[in-house]
């Protein structure tokens, strides 16, 4: 697979300037051929993103939840089904879903079936001691399935990255337990230091949150990658 860089908005960005931060980031870009951008956006505009996106070479959508379930009676879910022919990825696992909204390996597991049964790749986000249970909650036909991004909690007070000692230290257990699928970090990452962290051996790519939300300097750091 290409290497990845994911930019996930979070929910920082209305509509109006999720418009804003597409134009100036059409405007910057210069598509790669090594290189798969991947934006995860709210489901309120997934639609039109997907539209502005699909003329664009090397991008590509991430919902930033899907549901557990299928469609049905499950009032305020996103199903899988519906985002079928928008995204080609589910961010799922995100700590800050986790933490906030208090989902579980379990609820993780079965957003990872759902987006699978869909035809749509899961990003499954694990924390610092979640890897081995995350994984063993997954159905051994769905492991090779999988893409995997580390978001360990940062250190301190601040938004930093985990060390690049630390990060490496840790691939070794996170490639036995997901039988060496790709990984990607995302913790603190900055446009200064992404760029560090991009070229660390053994990892697939890298997650930008409050980083990726000047478009134009978002771009650049793509372009330079």
């Avoid at 009032?75 to 700590?95: D, K, M, N, Q, V």
């Avoid at 379990?106 to 081995?132: H, K, T, W």
Wanted: proline letters at 6%; glycine letters at 6%.
């Amino acid at each position: 697979m290409k290497k990845m860089v994911v930019a996930n908005w979070k929910a920082y960005l209305s509509p109006e300037r999720a418009r804003q931060w597409c134009a100036v980031f059409a405007e910057v870009y210069r598509p790669r051929l090594d290189v798969e951008v991947v934006i995860a956006v709210p489901a309120l505009f997934m639609e039109s993103a997907a539209k502005w996106a699909q003329p664009i070479a090397g991008i590509s959508l991430a919902a930033q939840g899907v549901s557990a379930y299928p469609q049905g009676s499950y009032t305020g879910s996103i199903p899988a089904a519906w985002l079928r022919g928008l995204a080609r990825y589910t961010l799922i696992g995100h700590r800050e879903r986790r933490q906030y909204f208090r989902e579980t390996t379990q609820d993780v597991a079965r957003q990872a079936y759902e987006s699978l049964v869909e035809d749509l790749q899961p990003i499954v986000c694990f924390g610092q001691n979640q890897i081995v249970t995350q994984a063993a909650a997954m159905a051994s036909e769905e492991l090779p399935k999988l893409l995997w991004a580390y978001t360990p909690e940062t250190p301190g007070t601040l938004e930093m990255a985990r060390s690049e000692t630390d990060i490496t230290a840790q691939l070794p257990a996170i490639g036995r337990a997901t039988d060496n699928r790709p990984v990607l970090y995302g913790g603190g990452i900055t446009v200064d230091n992404a760029d560090r962290l991009w070229s660390l051996p053994g990892l697939s790519g890298i997650m930008l949150g409050k980083a990726c939300l000047d478009a134009a300097a978002f771009a650049a750091l793509v372009n330079r990658l």
